[in-house]
């Protein structure tokens, strides 16, 4: 039975020119995202990769030097753009998509994307990952919203239910069926989606991609359950498109931002100027009371001692190397707790939204999207720890060799091209899809308690089903 | 319309309940919206002011010790480029909390120092860029987004309602005339939302800190009160526009969603697709590999100097080394790098220009694209003002930088009288009437195209069938 009512359901679907409308609508929206974000990876995948040889091309032909200058020139990482953000970009615009790693310092990644966009860009951008998740849902809530409704006002709904269909059968039928429609509807643009995936970066991402395909497979379910339990339990298809429409803005863009920056109310990210104040102030003093100054006498003595000699010069090392690596200790421990405050501080803020999503199965939608698709808040971390993990293994490179090559006072010591590729080259190499999805179990179980309590309320609705209006 | 029509039209919302509810949903979430964004906007206040009065303080003491000699307060190098920072600070502007914008994305201060702009252009204040991605809950949102879904709420019935339950035959019936009894309903509905829509402005206005016994923050919100109200008539004019037809009261509720996601949604996110398309910023990445390149060659010159420099850290090493060879090479080299980047700079800017008056072209096929625009603008937060900024900061910037480089390459020295004699920087806030051309074509649009669909609704009112 419930096999007849859906393909009855799907047929109708597919019948209706309003919903042929839609469907185009979104189609065509798709395919301006698709186009306009496939154009813009292509560009950004090409120009990243470009300038990271070109930087590296500067770098090792930058002549002969001395190693702590060449320390200072430093080089640039270049975050490379991931093929599935042309689906999802995350949070991509909003941070910077180079680091420069010089000496003694942990620069803040530069050149956000969303300083060069016009105002407009805060209305939100028109993205794959928008239309899958919020344009889709509403297409389907639009299609659903008097599936029982307009029976029960037109008298059909009695005449179904006499014909020996149980509430749930129908209820059962009209998801499977409905739901079906929609995916044969979306069918070109996804599968669009993915040849394009394909196309540009192989198979490498196409299980991150259908995992993403999963789960807004499963949140179109979860919607589709919601409407038809909306329509089922309203008093008029009038009452049900209200309830489904306010729903769906609330969820979509009000209860993002209010929890976005609520987050930031109670959790304040720390300024540049709190930021480098702290810095300064225990690069200064050191972390553990003891000063870069009074570390480097001790390493002095202890140098002194080791060798058995009684001047600086007379070390069969260069000792400003060793220096140099002390600074570097010392800053390395400064700079791990000044961003681990601030990592901390917007973990803070990420955990109000991530506790939001409880209200809003779509933010927990978009949390697992940007972590499959590479373009969340930790995927950038990813990248910030892998290049400052390659500026501290330069800057100890750099360091020995002034330590080992040199004497102490040779400040005219130069270094030369055999050193600068001895450095090696910074490639950056994407999270394993494991790791996005170990950090996905808080969203996927916000999906899974809206399912479950959605469930429970289609179960409870069938079995009081009002077949008359009122 | 009689007062008595109107009159038994409010009686009859307020029993609906939809209506109170609503209003009250609104005022609140006005208010709070407001509060946020004062919330937001006080920590670049209090940040900028901590930072003027650090900076004040360096001052001073650098002033003291050059009254009595010590070599890095006399050393112009030491001083202009390594020690000394002048926080170049962008006020909040007085209607800033009620529309955020790009006032959190784009710098409230720059560290000025004689070094090149670069510098101190591309800096950031570290953020939670999910939360930047999400966007504000600021009452600009509020207006912009909920308003329209508030004005639908309340009229996205009002004829087919009547039509329904037959009380429009009834009415016509006892003499009224069917444009004129619907028009009393809907302005009924008009009323009630502008009275409370207004009155929910002002305690945000109020709730926002917006200085409202001055010109400055008086007109601007009158002019926000008025792009509010006629954006809410738009809504109100569609409303009607879709009831003027006979349709079934859910078919019409899903037309104004759907006119809001293409007004709303839709229309603005293309608007934006298309200026950054069309005038694509110029790459962050090949500027970053071009300064670089600039840097590098200018650096080639100092070479000798730097090495010496960085392989003594004399900052570091403490003692008292004479370091002004160093800063001369700094100084040549930083104006060679200036020099170079200022063209690349420069396109950023026009491209921010040209992209934004696209935008200004485009927003006329969406009242939400005009109502944001017209807000942010009289906001400050549309990026203009800080274009605005940005090109004031890199005029005090020359003065800035001059003042240091000169006396470095004389071989002068800073005295206390120099010290009292640095440049400053106020923030010449651009008139109000300088934001007016992108403001009213977008409030005269809105006021013609309800007009417009008001006069047609009620041409169509006219032959409305009853039945």
């Known amino acids: 039975m419930i096999a007849t009512v859906a393909r009855k359901e799907f047929r109708g679907a597919l019948r209706d020119g309003r919903v042929l409308a839609g469907a185009c609508v979104l189609l065509l929206l798709g395919l301006v995202a698709l186009a306009s974000a496939g154009a813009r990876y292509a560009s950004l995948s090409s120009e990243r990769a470009v300038a990271q040889a070109l930087i590296q091309e500067q770098w090792t032909e930058q002549g002969d030097k001395n190693p702590h200058s060449a320390a200072h020139y430093g080089i640039y990482a270049f975050r490379p753009a991931l093929p599935l953000s042309f689906f999802d970009p995350g949070v991509l615009a909003y941070e910077g998509v180079s680091i420069w790693l010089e000496a003694h310092k942990r620069n803040f990644p530069a050149g956000r994307p969303a300083d060069d966009m016009t105002a407009l860009a805060r209305f939100g951008e028109l993205s794959l990952g928008f239309v899958f998740q919020a344009l889709v849902p509403l297409g389907l809530l639009l299609m659903t919203y008097a599936a029982f409704s307009s029976e029960r006002e037109s008298g059909t709904l009695r005449q179904v239910l006499a014909s020996g269909v149980t509430p749930a059968q129908l209820f059962a039928g009209k998801f499977f069926g409905l739901g079906g429609a929609a995916l044969l509807l979306l069918a070109p643009l996804l599968l669009l989606c993915l040849g394009a995936l394909v196309y540009t970066s192989g198979t490498t991402w196409l299980p991150a991609a259908l995992v993403l395909l999963g789960a807004c497979i499963v949140y179109a379910a979860l919607v589709l359950l919601l409407a038809l339990t909306v329509s089922a339990r309203a008093s008029s298809s009038q009452s049900a498109l209200l309830v489904l429409l306010a729903f769906w803005a609330v969820v979509t863009f009000v209860v993002p931002r209010i929890a976005a920056d609520l987050g930031r109310i109670l959790q304040p990210t720390p300024t540049l100027g709190e930021f480098q104040r702290g810095v300064e102030a225990d690069l200064a003093t050191g972390l553990d009371g003891e000063s870069p100054a009074a570390r480097v006498e001790k390493r002095r003595a202890q140098l002194l001692q080791l060798y058995k000699v009684e001047r600086e010069q007379d070390l069969p090392i260069n000792f400003q190397g060793i220096v140099f690596g002390i600074q570097d200790e010392v800053s390395n421990a400064v700079y791990d707790k000044h961003f681990g405050m601030l990592e901390r501080a917007i973990d803070a803020q990420v955990d109000v939204f991530e506790a939001a999503s409880v209200l809003s199965p779509r933010m927990a939608l978009g949390v697992i999207s940007q972590e499959v698709a590479g373009t969340s808040l930790q995927h950038q971390r990813y990248f910030e720890r892998g290049a400052e993990a390659f500026r501290r293994t330069l800057m100890d490179i750099l360091n020995r060799d002034i330590a080992m090559n040199s004497k102490s006072g040779q400040a005219n010591y130069r270094a030369g091209p055999g050193l600068w590729r001895q450095t090696g080259e910074y490639r950056f190499e994407p999270e394993p899809l494991s790791a996005s999805l170990a950090r996905c179990a808080a969203p996927l179980t916000v999906l899974v308690l809206w399912f479950a309590v959605l469930v429970g309320a289609s179960v409870a609705t069938t079995r009081r089903l009002q077949v008359l209006a009122t | ?467």
């Open chain 2, 1 to 467: 319309m009689s007062t008595a029509m109107l009159r038994q039209e409010l009686q009859l919302l307020r029993r609906e309940g939809l209506a109170p509810w609503a209003l009250i949903a609104l005022t609140l979430l006005l208010v709070a919206a407001a509060l946020n964004g004062r919330a937001l906007l006080g920590v670049q206040a209090r940040t900028a002011a901590a930072l003027e009065a650090e900076a004040a303080e360096t001052t001073l003491a650098l002033a003291a010790q050059a009254g009595r000699g010590v070599a890095t307060a006399i050393s112009p190098g030491v001083v202009g480029y390594s020690v000394l920072n002048k926080p170049v600070v962008l006020p909040a502007a007085p209607l800033g909390a009620l529309a955020i914008g790009q006032a959190e994305l784009l710098p409230a201060w720059y560290p000025v120092t004689a070094r090149g702009p670069h510098h101190f252009l591309a800096r950031n204040e570290p953020d939670n860029p999910l939360r930047l991605a999400v966007g504000n809950f600021d009452a600009a949102f509020v207006i912009v987004w909920l308003l329209p879904l508030v004005v639908i709420a309340l009229s996205f019935n009002v004829v087919s309602a009547e039509r329904e339950r037959g009380v429009l035959a009834l009415a016509l019936a006892a003499g009224s005339s069917p444009a004129g009894f619907i028009l009393g309903k809907v302005a009924a509905r008009a009323l009630l939302l502008f009275v409370s829509l207004w009155l929910a402005l002002l305690a945000a206005a109020l709730a926002a800190g917006v200085p409202l016994g001055r010109a400055a923050g008086a007109l601007p919100l009158l002019l926000w009160f008025t792009g509010a109200t006629l954006y809410a008539a738009f809504w109100f004019a569609l409303a009607l526009f879709v009831n003027s037809r006979p349709r079934a009261s859910d078919q019409n509720a899903g037309l104004l969603a759907g006119a809001w996601l293409v007004l709303v949604v839709l229309l603005p996110a293309l608007t934006h697709l298309a200026a950054t398309t069309v005038f694509a910023a110029p790459s962050r990445v090949a500027l970053t590999t071009e300064l670089r390149e600039a840097s590098e060659s200018a650096d080639r010159a100092a070479a000798a100097a730097r090495d010496q420099y960085f392989f003594d850290h004399p900052e570091m090493q403490g003692g008292d080394p004479d370091r002004s060879a160093y800063f001369r090479s700094v100084a040549e080299s930083e104006l060679s790098v200036a020099t170079a980047m200022a063209p690349l700079l420069a396109q950023f800017e026009v491209q921010a220009r040209r992209q934004q008056g696209l935008v200004e072209v485009l927003q006329f096929l969406s009242p939400g694209t005009m109502t944001w625009q017209s807000l942010t603008a009289l906001a400050g937060s549309d990026g203009a003002r800080h274009r605005e900024f940005r090109g004031q900061t890199l005029a005090f910037h020359e003065r800035w930088s001059a003042f240091f480089r000169e006396p470095l390459l004389s071989g002068a020295t800073l005295t206390p009288v120099a010290y009292a004699a640095l440049p400053r920087f106020e923030f010449d806030e651009p008139p109000l009437v300088s934001t007016l051309p992108r403001v009213l074509p977008a409030l005269a649009a809105l006021l013609v195209l309800s007009l417009l669909l008001g006069a047609v609704s009620v041409r169509r009112l006219r032959r409305f069938p009853v039945v």
